[in-house]
C-alpha cells in the first residue's frame, strides 16, 4: 500500500534552461534542481522520506535504522526528516564500504561535511572499520536487532532508501516534472542505489524520452538490483512493466578511482558548472554524473533537447581530505 506522504521538500523544484552552456556545447541542457528541495539542503533523498517516513510512523516506529558511507546524503536527509517528527535515527556507517577493491587515496574524509550535519540533527552515527557492502548491511541489522532488544520500536530502511516506497518517489516526480516541461530526449542522472533510476525508468519506459544512469558505483551487476526494483515497484502499483537489467541504461566510464572517491573527471565538470552556470555539484554523484553528460554531448551520444537531473550531494564538498 502506498501511504499519504509526509511533507518535507517544496516542490516543484525548479527547472531551468542552462544557456551559457547551451550556447557553448551547442545542445538544448536543463537541469532539474534536487539539489534545492528547501530541506537539509537538498538531494533527492528528500522526495523518498516523504512516503517512508510516513510509513515508518504509520507503522508506530520510534526509531529508524539505516546504513551507508559516511559521507552518505541519505544519512543527512533522513536525520533531519526523524528530527522533524521527533524520532531517533541510528546509522551504520563506514568510512569507505567497497565491494572487492578498496581505493584509499583521495577518498572524502569521514569526518565534515555530511556528518556535521548528521550530528546537528541528532544522528546516532555508529562508525566502524571499512568493510564490504555486506558487512555494512550485516551491521545495520545487528544495531536494529540491538535497539529492538532495547525496546525500541525500528523501521529498517536499506540503503540510499532504494525500496520499492523511494522508486515509487521518483514515479511522482516524473509526474511533476511532466508538468513543467515534457519533451526531453535524454534525462541524465547519477545512479548508485537505484531508486532514482528505476522510478525514473519505470516513468518514461517506452516513451521518446531516454533515462540514462551514470554509475557512481563500479559493479556493472547493479543493474539486476534496479530490475528487482522495478519488479517490485510494478508489484506495489499492480502494474506489469517488467523491465528487465537491459531496459536500464548506464555509463559505468565515469566512476572513477571507486566509489566515494573524487575523480579527475568529475572535478573538472564541478568546475565547469561553477564557473559557467554558478551551479554547484558534488564529487561522489552529480559531478560524476555531469562530466559524463558533458563527454556524451561531445561525442555527440546524446543530443536534442536534454535533462541533467541534479540530485544535490554538495554537503561532502567539505569533506574533501
Ligand atoms: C547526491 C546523490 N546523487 C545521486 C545518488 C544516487 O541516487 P540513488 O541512490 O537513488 O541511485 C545519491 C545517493 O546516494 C546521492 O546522494
Not at 561535511?113 to 566502524?128: H, S
Not at 511533476?176 to 515534457?182: F, K, L, R, V
Not at 545512479?191 to 532514482?196: A, E, F, I, M, W
Amino acid at each position: 500500500m502506498i501511504p499519504e506522504p509526509v511533507s518535507l521538500i517544496l516542490r516543484p523544484t525548479p527547472l531551468h534552461r542552462l544557456d551559457r552552456l547551451s550556447a557553448e556545447l551547442g545542445v538544448d541542457l536543463w537541469i532539474k534542481r534536487d539539489d534545492l528541495t528547501g530541506f537539509a539542503m537538498g538531494g533527492n533523498k528528500g522526495r523518498k522520506l516523504e512516503y517512508l517516513l510516513s510509513q515508518a510512523l504509520a507503522l508506530g516506529a520510534n526509531t529508524i535504522v539505516t546504513c551507508g558511507s559516511a559521507q552518505s546524503n541519505f544519512v543527512r536527509q533522513l536525520g533531519a526528516a526523524c528530527a522533524v517528527f521527533g524520532i531517533r535515527c541510528a546509522a551504520a556507517v563506514m568510512a569507505l564500504p567497497f565491494e572487492d577493491y578498496r581505493p584509499t587515496e583521495h577518498a572524502l574524509s569521514a569526518y565534515g561535511g555530511n556528518e556535521t550535519l548528521d550530528r546537528i540533527f541528532g544522528v546516532d552515527l555508529y562508525l566502524y572499520e571499512d568493510g564490504t557492502w555486506e558487512e555494512l548491511y550485516a551491521r545495520a541489522d545487528d544495531l536494529a536487532r540491538t535497539l529492538e532488544a532495547e525496546g525500541r520500536h525500528v523501521y529498517q530502511i536499506p540503503i540510499g532508501g532504494s525500496s520499492p516506497l523511494g522508486a515509487y518517489a521518483f514515479t511522482r516526480a516524473a509526474i511533476e516534472i511532466q508538468a513543467q516541461q515534457d519533451s526531453f530526449d535524454w534525462i541524465v542522472t547519477a545512479s548508485s542505489s537505484g531508486s532514482t533510476q528505476t522510478g525514473l525508468a519505470w516513468s518514461y519506459h517506452q516513451t521518446s524520452t531516454r533515462v540514462l544512469g551514470v554509475a557512481c558505483d563500479p559493479e556493472p551487476e547493479i543493474v539486476e538490483d534496479f530490475a528487482r526494483l522495478g519488479y517490485d515497484l510494478d508489484h506495489l502499483l499492480g502494474t506489469q512493466k517488467n523491465l528487465g537489467p537491459e531496459l536500464f541504461e548506464m555509463d559505468f566510464r565515469f566512476v572513477g578511482p571507486g566509489y566515494g572517491v573524487p575523480s579527475a573527471e568529475g572535478d573538472g565538470a564541478i568546475e565547469k558548472l561553477a564557473k559557467t552556470e554558478g551551479i554547484l555539484l558534488d564529487p561522489i554523484y552529480s559531478g560524476k554524473a555531469f562530466a559524463c553528460l558533458l563527454q556524451r554531448v561531445k561525442d555527440r551520444a546524446i543530443d536534442g533537447r536534454v535533462l541533467f537531473w541534479h540530485t544535490g550531494g554538495t554537503p561532502a564538498l567539505f569533506a574533501r581530505s
